[in-house]
């Protein structure tokens, strides 16, 4: 008997086990390539701009509307920054969309913002109708 017991008990340690075959190292089938979901539309800017300039027309108007904006934000913060950012369609548009935002940089200057405090950016969103310069406040 006291043979017995070792042989018995190592005989019930590997009941719980399996052998080792093909099924241990592939259980299943391989998975089909799944084309992976589309991508969300990617915000260009999340926050909210002060002032959007369209310029579905060739020379808007915006000086008035700008000018009141830059000075309610001034009056928030005298230290606020601002970042111009020219919008454009096309890629190709990046000098009209750099002398877009260069004439909106400096209508704000003239309202004695200074030039350190005014930051240029250029970004292309393929869904515009037209080009825009968005105006952000930090």
């Known amino acids: 008997m006291s043979r017995l017991l070792p042989v018995l008990l190592a005989l019930f340690s590997f009941t719980g086990c399996t052998l080792i ?3 241990t190292f592939a259980p ?6 799944q ?8 915000a260009i800017d999340p926050r909210t701009p002060l002032v959007t300039i369209d310029y ?7 000086a008035e509307l700008l000018h009141y904006a830059v000075r309610a934000a001034e009056a928030r ?3 606020v920054q601002y970042d111009v950012i ?3 369609k096309d890629p190709a548009e990046a000098s009209d969309g750099q002398e877009h ?6 209508a704000i200057m003239r309202d004695r913002v200074p030039a350190s405090r005014i930051h240029l950016g250029l970004r292309t969103d ?3 109708a037209a080009s825009q310069v968005r105006v952000y406040v930090r």
């Open 77 to 79: 913060d005298v230290d």
């Open 21 to 23: 075959d093909q099924r």
């Open 86 to 88: 020219s919008v454009l």
């Open 56 to 62: 579905t027309a060739p020379s808007p108007d915006y």
């Open 35 to 42: 084309t992976p979901p589309p991508l969300p539309a990617v």
């Open 101 to 106: 935002a260069i004439g909106v940089m400096r």
């Open 126 to 128: 393929p869904v515009l």
């Open 28 to 33: 299943s089938p391989e998975a089909k390539a």
